[in-house]
């Protein structure tokens, strides 16, 4: 099962976890999506986006259209929010312009910590 991890950490973070993985010779076996903050975080993963991503897993492609249709919404609406995941790097657009989000299963991963 592919699955993607949803996380919080800084671009150094991210960098030294690629260079550990590279010098080691061993590769993540799970993607990763990161997020500087909790609060960007959640500024691309709204509720309704969260749905989007809910209706994608373990889908393949399909188009807006279906997918507005899946979580029953509006396609303009959805057209909207599926550009926010795209430039946000969550989901892509294949070859054939319909949207894809790979992974059949995703895990979100964050520490909130007293300040």
Request: hydrophobic share 50%.
């Amino acid at each position: 099962m592919r699955t993607v991890t949803l996380d919080v950490r800084s671009l150094e973070e991210g960098l030294a976890a690629f260079r550990d993985a590279w010098n080691s010779g061993q590769a993540e076996d799970d993607a990763r999506i990161s997020f500087a903050s909790p609060e960007l975080l959640w500024k691309v993963l709204t509720a309704k986006r969260w749905e989007i991503l809910k209706a994608m897993t373990g889908q393949g492609p399909m188009s807006v259209r279906e997918t507005a249709r899946r979580v029953g919404r509006d396609v303009k609406a959805v057209h909207a929010d599926i550009r926010a995941l795209v430039a946000a790097g969550v989901v892509r657009r294949s070859d054939d312009g319909r949207v894809v989000f790979p992974f059949e299963a995703v895990h979100v991963d964050f520490l909130l910590r007293a300040a």
